[in-house]
C-alpha cells in the first residue's frame, strides 16, 4: 500500500510536522481494492507405483487357498506391498467369501485370517 499523496508535510506555528490530508485516514482504513491472486500450488508428485491388476490377485488368493490346510492371507500378501495393495487384496477376500467362493476364518481379533477355499455345492 502506497502513502504517497497522503502524507503531507504541514506547517504549525510551532515548526514543521507531518500530518494526514483531510480525510486520508479513511483511505487507510478501507481494505484494497484489488487483491492479486494466490500462486498455483506446486504439483503433487507421487512415486509411480507397479499396480497389480486386481485379476492377477484374484488367481494368486484363489490359488493358494486351494491347499487343503488353506492359506494365511499375511502369508500370501508380500511384505513389501504397499499398503493399498494389501488393502485391495483383503478386499477381494471379502469379495470372494461374498460370492461363495472362499470361506475367511479368524479365531481371534487382530489374529491371522486363514482363507480355504468352499467345497463346490452338490
Known amino acids: 500500500m502506497s502513502f504517497k499523496g497522503i502524507v503531507t508535510q504541514k506547517w504549525t506555528g510551532s515548526g514543521c510536522g507531518w500530518g494526514l490530508e483531510e480525510g486520508a485516514w479513511l483511505n ?4 484494497p481494492t484489488s487483491v492479486p491472486p ?6 503433487e508428485v ?4 507397479p499396480e497389480v491388476p486386481a485379476i492377477d490377485l484374484r488367481r494368486l488368493i484363489l490359488d493358494h487357498a486351494q491347499a ?21 487384496a483383503f478386499a477381494l ?3 470372494l467369501c461374498a460370492a461363495r467362493w472362499l470361506k475367511l476364518e ?8 486363514t482363507i480355504r477355499l468352499r467345497p463346490p455345492r452338490q
Request: proline letters at 28%; a negative charge.
Open 93 to 95: 477376500c471379502l469379495e
Open 106 to 113: 479368524q479365531p481371534r481379533p487382530y489374529g491371522p485370517i
Open 28 to 31: 487507510l482504513l478501507a481494505p
Open 46 to 49: 507421487l512415486p509411480e507405483l
Open 38 to 43: 494466490l500462486p498455483a500450488p506446486p504439483p
Open 68 to 88: 487343503p490346510e488353506g492359506a494365511e492371507l499375511g502369508a500370501i500378501l508380500g511384505p513389501d506391498w504397499p499398503r493399498p495393495r494389501v488393502a485391495r
